[in-house]
């Protein structure tokens, strides 16, 4: 009697944030170009997951975080998750007179952080396979143009959002994470960052870029160590593909 099959599992890489996020794996944005890069391989080496919710803050995050990532999952999706991005802050940072609804105190964002990276270690993900991103920069008079076409003063300050960055960066240091800093590379030596933004908050098409080619830095270590689970085509027995093809890697 012939044996059953395991099923497969691949390992997957999950994008958890806002809109910045969630609109990501549009055509030239930075999930897609990630995911690209990791399908183009001989053979797919693992999925990408995006969990990237609109309008959603640190505070909301933490708490849908267990329903996304459980701990009562099977050994084999948590052993698998290769790595995980968060993405918060460009919510948070809203001024609370004016966006009250989106609004997280800058403290609370820090430690809402540090509980995704506790509610991910007792999922079974290891901070070293977290990699945290801050928000990025904030154009005004761009912002400020959305937000009277919502019927709305402006509602977030570039100086603001650097202060989440900064938060974000201290909470990756303490809790032993990677941090993919956009707010300062974006404005290293003192280069035009509105090119990297679409309406003054999301992303440009070169904005994705941006994010894409220095999150890959990050990535490409966690993800080059997984074998490939199905052989390549090339590779493959014709007269006997059964052999090929139902073995392990």
Partial sequence: MMSKLKTIVWPKVIFFG??????????????ADITHRLASCPCRKCDVVNRGLSGYN???????????????????????????????????CALEDKNPQQHIPLQEYSENLKEIIRLLALAGVSADRVIFITPPPLHEPAWE??????????????????????ACVQAAGQCGTDVLDLWTLMQKDGQDYTVYLSDGLHLSEKGNQFVAQHLWGLLESRVAHLPFILPYWGDVDAKSPDSSLLCDQ
Avoid: M
């Avoid at 806002?18 to 999930?31: L, V, Y």
């Avoid at 933490?62 to 919510?91: E, M, Q, W, Y």
């Avoid at 143009?145 to 900064?166: D, F």
């Fill in 58 to 92: 640190s505070r909301w995050a933490k708490i849908v975080l267990p329903r996304l990532i459980s701990s009562h999952s099977s050994d084999d999706n948590i052993n698998n998750i290769a790595a995980v991005t968060v993405f918060f802050g460009a919510n948070d």
């Fill in 18 to 31: 806002d809109s910045i996020t969630q609109f990501s794996f549009q055509p030239n944005g930075w999930g």
């Fill in 145 to 166: 143009k959305e937000c009277i076409l919502k019927g709305c003063p402006l509602n977030r300050h570039n100086s603001v959002a650097g202060q989440y960055a900064q």
